[in-house]
Protein backbone atom coordinates (compact mmCIF):
# COMPACT_ATOMS: atom_id res chain seq x y z
CA UNK A 1 0.00 0.00 0.00
CA UNK A 2 1.37 3.26 -0.80
CA UNK A 3 0.47 6.99 -1.42
CA UNK A 4 0.36 6.68 -4.95
CA UNK A 5 -1.62 3.05 -5.27
CA UNK A 6 -4.12 4.62 -3.37
CA UNK A 7 -4.98 7.97 -4.27
CA UNK A 8 -4.68 6.95 -8.17
CA UNK A 9 -7.87 5.57 -9.44
CA UNK A 10 -9.88 6.98 -6.89
CA UNK A 11 -13.68 7.21 -7.19
CA UNK A 12 -15.57 10.75 -6.96
CA UNK A 13 -16.16 10.85 -3.19
CA UNK A 14 -20.22 10.87 -2.30
CA UNK A 15 -19.99 14.35 -0.84
CA UNK A 16 -17.91 17.28 -1.26
CA UNK A 17 -15.53 18.29 0.03
CA UNK A 18 -17.18 22.06 1.29
CA UNK A 19 -19.87 19.87 2.93
CA UNK A 20 -17.48 18.09 4.97
CA UNK A 21 -15.88 20.76 6.36
CA UNK A 22 -19.39 22.57 7.22
CA UNK A 23 -20.22 19.14 9.19
CA UNK A 24 -17.13 19.64 11.22
CA UNK A 25 -18.40 23.46 12.02
CA UNK A 26 -21.35 21.62 12.79
CA UNK A 27 -19.41 19.19 14.95
CA UNK A 28 -17.06 22.13 16.26
CA UNK A 29 -19.63 24.56 17.63
CA UNK A 30 -22.40 23.55 19.78
CA UNK A 31 -21.25 24.08 23.30
CA UNK A 32 -18.51 26.44 22.98
CA UNK A 33 -20.74 29.47 24.42
CA UNK A 34 -23.62 29.51 26.19
CA UNK A 35 -22.99 27.90 29.90
CA UNK A 36 -20.21 29.03 32.84
CA UNK A 37 -16.75 27.15 33.42
CA UNK A 38 -17.55 23.64 33.95
CA UNK A 39 -15.89 21.44 37.40
CA UNK A 40 -13.69 20.54 37.39
CA UNK A 41 -10.81 20.73 34.44
CA UNK A 42 -12.63 24.47 32.77
CA UNK A 43 -13.22 25.98 36.15
CA UNK A 44 -9.64 25.90 36.95
CA UNK A 45 -8.23 26.54 33.14
CA UNK A 46 -10.23 29.47 33.17
CA UNK A 47 -9.09 30.73 36.12
CA UNK A 48 -5.65 30.65 34.79
CA UNK A 49 -6.13 32.74 31.77
CA UNK A 50 -8.77 34.88 33.48
CA UNK A 51 -5.68 35.59 35.73
CA UNK A 52 -3.55 35.75 33.04
CA UNK A 53 -5.98 38.84 31.49
CA UNK A 54 -5.67 40.88 34.89
CA UNK A 55 -1.82 40.55 35.36
CA UNK A 56 -0.39 40.12 32.08
CA UNK A 57 2.35 37.65 33.46
CA UNK A 58 2.80 34.99 30.54
CA UNK A 59 6.03 33.27 32.59
CA UNK A 60 4.61 31.96 35.52
CA UNK A 61 0.41 30.88 35.51
CA UNK A 62 -1.24 32.20 38.16
CA UNK A 63 -4.53 30.70 39.96
CA UNK A 64 -6.16 33.36 41.97
CA UNK A 65 -3.09 34.62 42.55
CA UNK A 66 -1.17 31.93 43.46
CA UNK A 67 1.40 30.10 41.20
CA UNK A 68 0.22 26.77 39.74
CA UNK A 69 2.50 25.58 37.18
CA UNK A 70 1.36 22.41 36.48
CA UNK A 71 1.65 22.55 32.59
CA UNK A 72 3.41 25.59 30.29
CA UNK A 73 1.09 28.80 29.29
CA UNK A 74 0.21 28.32 25.44
CA UNK A 75 -3.13 27.39 25.88
CA UNK A 76 -3.78 30.27 28.50
CA UNK A 77 -1.90 32.71 26.30
CA UNK A 78 -4.08 31.77 23.25
CA UNK A 79 -7.54 31.74 25.45
CA UNK A 80 -6.37 34.66 26.68
CA UNK A 81 -5.84 36.45 23.65
CA UNK A 82 -8.93 34.79 21.96
CA UNK A 83 -11.26 36.32 25.06
CA UNK A 84 -9.73 39.71 24.65
CA UNK A 85 -10.83 40.15 21.04
CA UNK A 86 -14.31 38.11 21.51
CA UNK A 87 -15.01 39.41 24.84
CA UNK A 88 -16.82 42.44 23.71
CA UNK A 89 -19.68 39.93 22.12
CA UNK A 90 -19.33 37.40 24.66
CA UNK A 91 -18.82 36.90 27.90
CA UNK A 92 -14.94 36.59 28.74
CA UNK A 93 -15.58 32.65 29.62
CA UNK A 94 -17.65 32.25 26.33
CA UNK A 95 -15.32 34.06 24.00
CA UNK A 96 -12.03 32.20 25.94
CA UNK A 97 -13.74 28.58 25.23
CA UNK A 98 -13.78 29.78 21.28
CA UNK A 99 -9.89 28.62 21.64
CA UNK A 100 -10.76 25.20 21.98
CA UNK A 101 -12.97 25.39 18.67
CA UNK A 102 -10.00 26.78 16.67
CA UNK A 103 -7.58 24.37 17.91
CA UNK A 104 -9.76 21.45 16.91
CA UNK A 105 -10.55 22.79 13.39
CA UNK A 106 -6.26 22.98 13.44
CA UNK A 107 -6.31 19.58 14.63
CA UNK A 108 -9.09 18.46 11.91
CA UNK A 109 -6.88 20.43 9.12
CA UNK A 110 -3.08 18.60 10.42
CA UNK A 111 -5.17 15.00 10.43
CA UNK A 112 -6.46 15.66 6.98
CA UNK A 113 -2.72 16.53 5.37
CA UNK A 114 -1.13 13.32 7.58
CA UNK A 115 -3.97 11.48 5.47
CA UNK A 116 -3.52 12.90 2.03
CA UNK A 117 0.35 12.13 2.30
CA UNK A 118 -0.28 9.08 3.47
CA UNK A 119 -3.01 7.35 1.51
CA UNK A 120 -3.74 9.58 -1.04
CA UNK A 121 -6.19 12.10 -2.49
CA UNK A 122 -10.12 12.16 -1.23
CA UNK A 123 -8.50 9.95 2.11
CA UNK A 124 -8.15 13.35 4.33
CA UNK A 125 -11.67 13.97 4.29
CA UNK A 126 -12.60 10.07 5.83
CA UNK A 127 -10.27 10.58 8.51
CA UNK A 128 -11.60 13.74 9.84
CA UNK A 129 -14.94 12.01 9.80
CA UNK A 130 -13.12 8.87 11.31
CA UNK A 131 -12.22 11.34 14.25
CA UNK A 132 -15.32 12.85 14.30
CA UNK A 133 -17.27 9.20 14.99
CA UNK A 134 -15.44 8.53 18.13
CA UNK A 135 -17.25 8.68 20.69
CA UNK A 136 -14.50 9.60 23.45
CA UNK A 137 -13.26 12.70 22.07
CA UNK A 138 -16.83 14.46 21.56
CA UNK A 139 -17.59 15.98 24.81
CA UNK A 140 -13.84 16.92 25.77
CA UNK A 141 -13.13 18.54 22.52
CA UNK A 142 -15.64 21.05 23.44
CA UNK A 143 -13.95 22.12 27.07
CA UNK A 144 -11.76 24.49 27.62
CA UNK A 145 -8.53 22.62 28.32
CA UNK A 146 -5.13 22.14 27.33
CA UNK A 147 -5.46 18.69 26.33
CA UNK A 148 -6.87 20.90 23.13
CA UNK A 149 -3.80 22.48 22.26
CA UNK A 150 -1.79 18.92 22.77
CA UNK A 151 -4.17 17.59 20.45
CA UNK A 152 -3.10 19.86 18.08
CA UNK A 153 0.20 19.52 18.65
CA UNK A 154 -0.03 15.53 18.54
CA UNK A 155 -1.69 16.25 14.74
CA UNK A 156 0.70 18.41 13.62
CA UNK A 157 3.70 16.08 14.07
CA UNK A 158 1.93 13.20 12.49
CA UNK A 159 1.55 14.98 9.66
CA UNK A 160 5.36 16.35 9.77
CA UNK A 161 6.38 12.39 9.76
CA UNK A 162 3.79 11.91 6.77
CA UNK A 163 4.88 15.05 4.51
CA UNK A 164 8.93 13.94 5.41
CA UNK A 165 8.47 11.25 3.01
CA UNK A 166 7.89 13.40 -0.24
CA UNK A 167 9.51 16.61 1.59
CA UNK A 168 11.64 16.08 4.53
CA UNK A 169 12.70 19.63 5.31
CA UNK A 170 9.14 20.61 5.16
CA UNK A 171 7.52 17.94 6.90
CA UNK A 172 10.48 18.35 9.74
CA UNK A 173 9.56 21.90 9.94
CA UNK A 174 5.57 20.56 10.83
CA UNK A 175 7.13 17.98 12.85
CA UNK A 176 8.94 20.60 15.33
CA UNK A 177 6.13 22.69 15.22
CA UNK A 178 4.24 20.03 16.60
CA UNK A 179 6.63 18.85 18.61
CA UNK A 180 7.12 22.61 20.89
CA UNK A 181 3.06 22.73 20.80
CA UNK A 182 2.73 19.86 22.30
CA UNK A 183 5.47 20.82 24.39
CA UNK A 184 3.70 24.24 25.26
CA UNK A 185 0.77 22.53 26.30
CA UNK A 186 1.24 19.85 28.38
CA UNK A 187 5.21 19.55 29.21
CA UNK A 188 7.49 16.88 28.05
CA UNK A 189 4.53 14.07 27.07
CA UNK A 190 4.57 15.30 23.34
CA UNK A 191 8.41 15.46 23.20
CA UNK A 192 8.85 11.94 24.68
CA UNK A 193 6.76 10.01 22.29
CA UNK A 194 7.95 11.80 18.97
CA UNK A 195 10.95 11.51 20.47
CA UNK A 196 10.53 7.62 20.44
CA UNK A 197 8.71 7.60 17.23
CA UNK A 198 11.63 8.98 15.29
CA UNK A 199 14.34 6.79 16.63
CA UNK A 200 12.14 3.77 15.83
CA UNK A 201 10.76 4.77 11.97
CA UNK A 202 14.56 3.76 11.00
CA UNK A 203 13.44 0.41 11.42
CA UNK A 204 11.35 0.75 8.40
CA UNK A 205 13.55 0.75 4.82
CA UNK A 206 11.30 4.63 3.99
CA UNK A 207 12.68 6.34 6.98
CA UNK A 208 15.84 4.71 6.57
CA UNK A 209 17.53 7.77 4.24
CA UNK A 210 19.48 11.42 4.14
CA UNK A 211 15.90 12.90 4.03
CA UNK A 212 14.76 11.73 6.72
CA UNK A 213 18.04 12.89 8.87
CA UNK A 214 17.41 16.52 7.22
CA UNK A 215 14.10 15.92 8.72
CA UNK A 216 15.03 15.41 12.27
CA UNK A 217 17.60 18.49 11.90
CA UNK A 218 15.33 20.58 10.28
CA UNK A 219 12.67 19.08 13.52
CA UNK A 220 14.97 20.31 15.97
CA UNK A 221 15.50 23.64 15.43
CA UNK A 222 11.77 24.78 14.64
CA UNK A 223 11.06 22.85 18.21
CA UNK A 224 14.34 24.64 19.45
CA UNK A 225 12.23 27.95 20.44
CA UNK A 226 9.16 26.72 21.68
CA UNK A 227 11.63 24.10 24.07
CA UNK A 228 13.94 26.81 25.49
CA UNK A 229 12.60 30.25 25.57
CA UNK A 230 9.79 29.42 28.15
CA UNK A 231 11.27 27.26 30.46
CA UNK A 232 14.59 29.57 30.59
CA UNK A 233 12.57 32.77 31.66
CA UNK A 234 10.65 30.76 34.30
CA UNK A 235 14.24 29.51 35.75
CA UNK A 236 15.44 33.06 35.46
CA UNK A 237 12.31 33.89 37.60
CA UNK A 238 12.30 31.43 40.22
CA UNK A 239 14.71 27.82 40.00
CA UNK A 240 12.25 27.01 42.69
CA UNK A 241 9.04 27.07 40.27
CA UNK A 242 10.95 25.27 37.49
CA UNK A 243 12.20 22.84 39.64
CA UNK A 244 8.23 22.31 40.47
CA UNK A 245 7.53 22.28 37.27
CA UNK A 246 10.06 19.58 35.78
CA UNK A 247 10.09 17.41 38.99
CA UNK A 248 6.65 17.41 40.33
CA UNK A 249 4.39 18.31 37.46
CA UNK A 250 6.43 15.81 34.71
CA UNK A 251 8.62 13.45 35.90
CA UNK A 252 6.74 13.04 39.89
CA UNK A 253 3.27 12.76 38.36
CA UNK A 254 4.54 10.17 35.47
CA UNK A 255 7.15 7.99 37.76
CA UNK A 256 4.25 8.20 40.62
CA UNK A 257 6.85 9.44 42.97
CA UNK A 258 4.60 12.65 44.41
CA UNK A 259 1.00 12.18 46.44
CA UNK A 260 -1.40 12.59 43.34
CA UNK A 261 -2.76 9.45 44.61
CA UNK A 262 -2.49 5.85 43.88
CA UNK A 263 -0.55 4.63 41.24
CA UNK A 264 -3.24 4.02 38.10
CA UNK A 265 -3.84 0.32 36.60
CA UNK A 266 -1.51 -0.33 33.37
CA UNK A 267 -4.76 -1.29 31.59
CA UNK A 268 -6.68 1.76 32.24
CA UNK A 269 -6.56 2.90 28.91
CA UNK A 270 -6.79 -1.25 27.26
CA UNK A 271 -9.84 -1.24 28.79
CA UNK A 272 -11.76 2.16 27.78
CA UNK A 273 -10.32 1.89 24.05
CA UNK A 274 -13.47 -0.58 22.63
CA UNK A 275 -15.65 2.46 23.66
CA UNK A 276 -13.74 5.68 23.85
CA UNK A 277 -12.26 4.90 20.29
CA UNK A 278 -15.94 3.68 18.43
CA UNK A 279 -15.61 3.16 15.37
CA UNK A 280 -12.09 4.13 14.87
CA UNK A 281 -10.69 0.64 17.06
CA UNK A 282 -12.36 -1.86 15.30
CA UNK A 283 -11.79 -0.41 11.66
CA UNK A 284 -7.87 -0.17 12.64
CA UNK A 285 -8.15 -3.73 13.76
CA UNK A 286 -9.68 -4.81 10.45
CA UNK A 287 -7.33 -2.53 8.09
CA UNK A 288 -4.33 -4.35 10.05
CA UNK A 289 -5.89 -7.83 9.57
CA UNK A 290 -5.91 -7.35 6.00
CA UNK A 291 -2.66 -5.96 5.66
CA UNK A 292 0.02 -8.14 4.75
CA UNK A 293 3.35 -8.05 6.26
CA UNK A 294 4.64 -5.89 3.44
CA UNK A 295 1.66 -3.10 3.86
CA UNK A 296 2.32 -2.78 7.40
CA UNK A 297 5.91 -2.53 6.92
CA UNK A 298 4.77 0.54 4.45
CA UNK A 299 4.59 3.78 5.39
CA UNK A 300 0.79 4.52 5.34
CA UNK A 301 0.34 1.69 8.16
CA UNK A 302 3.89 1.97 9.72
CA UNK A 303 3.82 5.26 11.13
CA UNK A 304 0.33 5.54 12.52
CA UNK A 305 0.51 1.93 14.09
CA UNK A 306 4.12 2.90 15.61
CA UNK A 307 2.44 5.96 16.81
CA UNK A 308 -0.26 4.61 18.42
CA UNK A 309 1.84 2.12 20.50
CA UNK A 310 4.09 4.31 21.65
CA UNK A 311 1.57 6.91 22.75
CA UNK A 312 -0.22 4.03 24.35
CA UNK A 313 2.99 2.31 26.23
CA UNK A 314 3.87 5.46 27.19
CA UNK A 315 0.54 6.49 28.86
CA UNK A 316 0.12 3.08 30.70
CA UNK A 317 3.09 3.50 31.99
CA UNK A 318 2.14 6.24 33.99
CA UNK A 319 1.64 6.64 37.17
CA UNK A 320 -1.38 9.32 36.33
CA UNK A 321 -4.11 7.78 33.94
CA UNK A 322 -7.68 9.54 33.23
CA UNK A 323 -10.12 9.07 29.79
CA UNK A 324 -9.11 12.67 29.45
CA UNK A 325 -5.51 11.86 28.52
CA UNK A 326 -6.41 9.26 25.95
CA UNK A 327 -7.43 11.73 23.40
CA UNK A 328 -3.85 11.40 21.39
CA UNK A 329 -4.84 7.72 20.67
CA UNK A 330 -7.43 8.86 18.60
CA UNK A 331 -5.66 10.23 15.82
CA UNK A 332 -3.14 7.04 14.85
CA UNK A 333 -6.59 5.35 15.06
CA UNK A 334 -8.14 7.25 12.87
CA UNK A 335 -5.33 7.37 10.35
CA UNK A 336 -5.40 3.19 10.37
CA UNK A 337 -8.82 3.28 10.29
CA UNK A 338 -8.86 5.20 7.16
CA UNK A 339 -8.09 2.61 4.56
CA UNK A 340 -11.02 0.21 5.83
CA UNK A 341 -13.32 1.81 3.86
CA UNK A 342 -12.07 0.40 0.80
CA UNK A 343 -11.81 -3.26 1.86
CA UNK A 344 -14.62 -3.30 4.46
CA UNK A 345 -17.42 -6.27 3.68
CA UNK A 346 -21.02 -4.98 2.34
CA UNK A 347 -22.70 -6.73 5.14
CA UNK A 348 -20.35 -4.98 7.84
CA UNK A 349 -20.65 -1.60 5.83
CA UNK A 350 -24.04 -1.97 5.88
CA UNK A 351 -24.46 -3.09 9.74
CA UNK A 352 -22.31 0.06 10.65
CA UNK A 353 -24.25 1.90 8.31
CA UNK A 354 -27.57 1.10 9.39
CA UNK A 355 -26.46 1.15 13.58
CA UNK A 356 -25.51 4.84 12.97
CA UNK A 357 -29.29 5.44 11.46
CA UNK A 358 -31.26 4.09 13.81
CA UNK A 359 -29.31 5.29 16.85
CA UNK A 360 -29.78 8.35 15.78
CA UNK A 361 -32.92 8.11 14.95
CA UNK A 362 -33.75 6.50 18.51
CA UNK A 363 -31.57 9.29 19.90
CA UNK A 364 -33.51 12.07 18.04
CA UNK A 365 -37.06 11.17 19.67
CA UNK A 366 -35.43 10.50 22.91
CA UNK A 367 -34.03 14.02 22.76
CA UNK A 368 -36.84 15.73 21.44
CA UNK A 369 -39.34 13.38 24.35
CA UNK A 370 -36.89 14.78 26.44
CA UNK A 371 -36.58 18.61 25.91
CA UNK A 372 -40.67 18.17 25.53
CA UNK A 373 -40.95 16.89 29.53
CA UNK A 374 -38.43 19.85 30.44
CA UNK A 375 -39.59 23.20 28.79
CA UNK A 376 -43.13 22.58 28.07
CA UNK A 377 -44.27 20.09 30.85
CA UNK A 378 -45.20 17.09 28.46
CA UNK A 379 -45.43 15.09 30.46
CA UNK A 380 -45.21 16.14 34.06
CA UNK A 381 -43.56 13.56 35.72
CA UNK A 382 -40.54 13.43 34.17
CA UNK A 383 -40.46 17.22 34.07
CA UNK A 384 -40.26 17.00 37.93
CA UNK A 385 -37.81 14.56 37.91
CA UNK A 386 -35.48 16.60 35.43
CA UNK A 387 -36.45 19.62 38.15
CA UNK A 388 -35.26 17.59 40.82
CA UNK A 389 -31.70 16.69 39.22
CA UNK A 390 -31.47 19.98 38.66
CA UNK A 391 -33.26 22.38 41.18
CA UNK A 392 -33.04 25.73 39.78
CA UNK A 393 -33.11 25.31 35.95
CA UNK A 394 -35.53 28.15 34.84
CA UNK A 395 -37.75 25.75 32.48
CA UNK A 396 -40.14 27.86 29.34
CA UNK A 397 -39.89 27.54 25.63
CA UNK A 398 -36.79 29.08 23.90
CA UNK A 399 -37.12 29.49 20.27
CA UNK A 400 -33.48 30.19 19.67
CA UNK A 401 -32.36 26.61 20.86
CA UNK A 402 -35.45 25.26 19.48
CA UNK A 403 -34.70 26.42 16.40
CA UNK A 404 -31.52 25.73 16.49
CA UNK A 405 -32.30 21.73 17.42
CA UNK A 406 -34.57 21.72 14.56
CA UNK A 407 -31.88 22.43 12.37
CA UNK A 408 -29.79 19.95 13.25
CA UNK A 409 -32.50 17.49 13.15
CA UNK A 410 -33.74 18.42 9.70
CA UNK A 411 -30.37 18.67 8.46
CA UNK A 412 -29.22 15.28 9.98
CA UNK A 413 -32.36 13.30 8.11
CA UNK A 414 -31.75 15.59 4.46
CA UNK A 415 -28.29 14.38 4.49
CA UNK A 416 -29.05 10.53 5.28
CA UNK A 417 -31.28 11.22 2.48
CA UNK A 418 -29.31 12.50 -0.10
CA UNK A 419 -26.27 9.56 0.62
CA UNK A 420 -25.78 8.05 -2.20
CA UNK A 421 -24.41 4.13 -1.83
CA UNK A 422 -21.11 3.90 -1.33
CA UNK A 423 -17.87 2.76 0.68
CA UNK A 424 -18.00 5.94 2.69
CA UNK A 425 -21.82 5.80 3.22
CA UNK A 426 -21.30 4.26 6.83
CA UNK A 427 -18.46 6.79 8.03
CA UNK A 428 -19.92 9.88 6.89
CA UNK A 429 -23.42 8.44 8.44
CA UNK A 430 -21.64 7.48 11.60
CA UNK A 431 -20.20 11.03 12.02
CA UNK A 432 -23.12 12.50 10.66
CA UNK A 433 -25.40 10.70 13.42
CA UNK A 434 -22.91 11.91 16.26
CA UNK A 435 -22.45 15.38 15.36
CA UNK A 436 -26.93 15.65 15.47
CA UNK A 437 -26.26 13.78 19.06
CA UNK A 438 -24.01 16.27 20.02
CA UNK A 439 -25.53 19.05 18.39
CA UNK A 440 -29.07 18.16 20.15
CA UNK A 441 -27.74 17.68 23.25
CA UNK A 442 -25.69 20.50 23.58
CA UNK A 443 -28.08 23.52 22.41
CA UNK A 444 -31.38 21.76 23.98
CA UNK A 445 -29.94 20.87 27.15
CA UNK A 446 -26.93 22.98 27.90
CA UNK A 447 -28.53 25.12 30.10
CA UNK A 448 -30.37 22.52 32.30
CA UNK A 449 -26.56 21.11 32.38
CA UNK A 450 -24.83 24.11 33.51
CA UNK A 451 -27.64 24.39 36.60
CA UNK A 452 -25.58 21.43 38.32
CA UNK A 453 -22.45 22.13 37.07
CA UNK A 454 -21.42 25.71 37.63
CA UNK A 455 -20.33 27.41 40.42
CA UNK A 456 -22.15 30.38 39.86
CA UNK A 457 -25.20 30.48 42.06
CA UNK A 458 -23.41 29.12 44.74
CA UNK A 459 -20.97 31.29 44.93
CA UNK A 460 -23.82 34.62 44.32
CA UNK A 461 -25.78 33.16 47.40
CA UNK A 462 -22.51 32.69 50.05
CA UNK A 463 -22.13 36.56 48.94
CA UNK A 464 -25.23 37.47 50.88
CA UNK A 465 -24.37 35.57 54.01
CA UNK A 466 -20.64 37.87 54.17
CA UNK A 467 -20.93 40.25 56.67
CA UNK A 468 -20.44 43.77 55.27
CA UNK A 469 -17.10 44.38 56.57
CA UNK A 470 -14.65 41.51 57.11
CA UNK A 471 -10.77 41.64 56.86
CA UNK A 472 -10.12 38.56 54.37
CA UNK A 473 -11.29 34.76 53.75
CA UNK A 474 -9.26 31.94 54.98
CA UNK A 475 -9.82 28.03 53.10
CA UNK A 476 -9.67 24.74 54.19
CA UNK A 477 -9.51 21.91 51.43
CA UNK A 478 -10.57 24.34 48.83
CA UNK A 479 -9.62 22.97 45.34
CA UNK A 480 -8.31 25.10 42.33
CA UNK A 481 -11.78 25.27 40.50
CA UNK A 482 -13.91 26.55 43.00
CA UNK A 483 -10.43 28.87 44.07
CA UNK A 484 -11.04 30.22 40.68
CA UNK A 485 -14.71 30.59 40.19
CA UNK A 486 -14.66 32.64 43.65
CA UNK A 487 -12.52 34.52 42.14
CA UNK A 488 -14.08 35.37 39.15
CA UNK A 489 -17.36 35.25 40.06
CA UNK A 490 -17.23 37.56 43.23
CA UNK A 491 -13.46 38.54 42.70
CA UNK A 492 -13.05 36.56 46.09
CA UNK A 493 -9.08 35.93 47.09
CA UNK A 494 -9.25 32.81 49.76
CA UNK A 495 -5.86 32.10 51.56
CA UNK A 496 -5.06 28.53 52.13
CA UNK A 497 -4.53 27.07 55.00
CA UNK A 498 -2.66 24.12 53.63
CA UNK A 499 0.24 26.47 52.06
CA UNK A 500 2.18 28.28 54.26
CA UNK A 501 3.51 30.80 52.31
CA UNK A 502 -0.62 32.16 52.06
CA UNK A 503 -1.92 32.08 55.56
CA UNK A 504 -3.21 34.70 57.49
CA UNK A 505 -4.91 35.31 60.22
CA UNK A 506 -9.02 35.76 58.74
CA UNK A 507 -11.72 36.01 60.23
CA UNK A 508 -13.47 34.20 58.12
CA UNK A 509 -13.59 30.64 56.66
CA UNK A 510 -14.67 28.43 54.33
CA UNK A 511 -14.62 24.91 54.09
CA UNK A 512 -14.91 22.21 51.70
CA UNK A 513 -16.55 19.74 52.82
CA UNK A 514 -19.13 16.79 52.00
CA UNK A 515 -22.86 16.41 53.36
CA UNK A 516 -22.56 13.76 55.75
CA UNK A 517 -19.44 15.41 57.60
CA UNK A 518 -18.72 18.88 58.83
CA UNK A 519 -15.49 19.88 59.91
CA UNK A 520 -15.55 22.41 62.52
CA UNK A 521 -12.51 24.74 63.06
CA UNK A 522 -10.59 25.02 66.40
CA UNK A 523 -11.41 27.91 68.32
CA UNK A 524 -14.46 30.52 68.73
CA UNK A 525 -15.87 30.03 64.77
CA UNK A 526 -19.49 30.14 64.23
CA UNK A 527 -21.10 28.86 61.01
CA UNK A 528 -23.11 31.70 58.62
CA UNK A 529 -23.76 29.80 55.64
CA UNK A 530 -23.37 26.14 54.24
CA UNK A 531 -24.48 25.71 50.59
CA UNK A 532 -23.81 23.56 47.26
CA UNK A 533 -24.16 23.61 43.41
CA UNK A 534 -27.72 22.61 42.63
CA UNK A 535 -28.65 19.14 42.71
CA UNK A 536 -25.18 18.23 44.63
CA UNK A 537 -26.25 16.03 47.17
CA UNK A 538 -22.57 15.05 48.47
CA UNK A 539 -20.00 18.32 48.32
CA UNK A 540 -21.02 21.03 50.85
CA UNK A 541 -19.20 24.62 51.30
CA UNK A 542 -19.65 26.29 54.75
CA UNK A 543 -18.46 29.63 56.12
CA UNK A 544 -17.59 30.73 59.51
CA UNK A 545 -16.66 33.55 61.32
CA UNK A 546 -14.69 34.20 64.06
CA UNK A 547 -16.52 35.24 66.75
CA UNK A 548 -13.47 36.63 68.94
CA UNK A 549 -13.42 39.99 67.16
CA UNK A 550 -11.60 42.39 69.40
Same mark, same amino acid.
Given at each position: ???????????????? =?????????????????????????????????????????? #??????????????????????????????????????????????????????????? =?????????????????????????????????????????????????????????????????????????????????????????????????? =????????????????????????????????????????? $????????? $??????????????????????????????????????????????????????????????? =?????????????? $???????????????????? +??? #??? +???????????????????????????????????????? $???????????????????????????????????????????????????????????????????????????????? +??????????????????????????????????????????????????????????????
Amino acid at each position: MTPSATGQGAAQPPIA =LLWIWVLAAAWILPGLIGHDPWKPDEAYTFGLVYDLLQRGDW #VVPMLAQEPFIEKPPLFYLSAAAIASIFSPLLPLHDAARLTTGLYMALTFAFIAGAARE =LYGTYHGRLTVLMLMGCVGIVIRSHQLITDMSLLTGFAAGFYGFALALRRPARGGFWLGIGVGIGFMSKGLLAPGVFGIVAALLPLYPAWRNRGYLLC =LAVAALACAPWLLIWPLALYDRSPALFDEWLWVNNFGRFLG $TNEFGPPAD $TAHYLRILPWYALPALPLAAWTLWRARLRDVLAPPLALPLTGFVVILVVLSLSADARELYALP =LMLPLALLATPATD $TLRRGTANLMYWFSVMGGGF +FVI #VAW +FYWSALELSLPQRLHDHLLDLQPGYATGFKWLPFTLGVLY $TVGWIVLLLRLKKSRERPVIAWAASMTMVWGLLAILFVGWIDTGKSYRSMIADMQKALPPKYQCIASHNLGEPQRAMLHY +FANIITFRLDNPERQRDCDLMLVHGVASEEYVPLGPWEKIWEGARPGDNVERYRLYQHTDIN
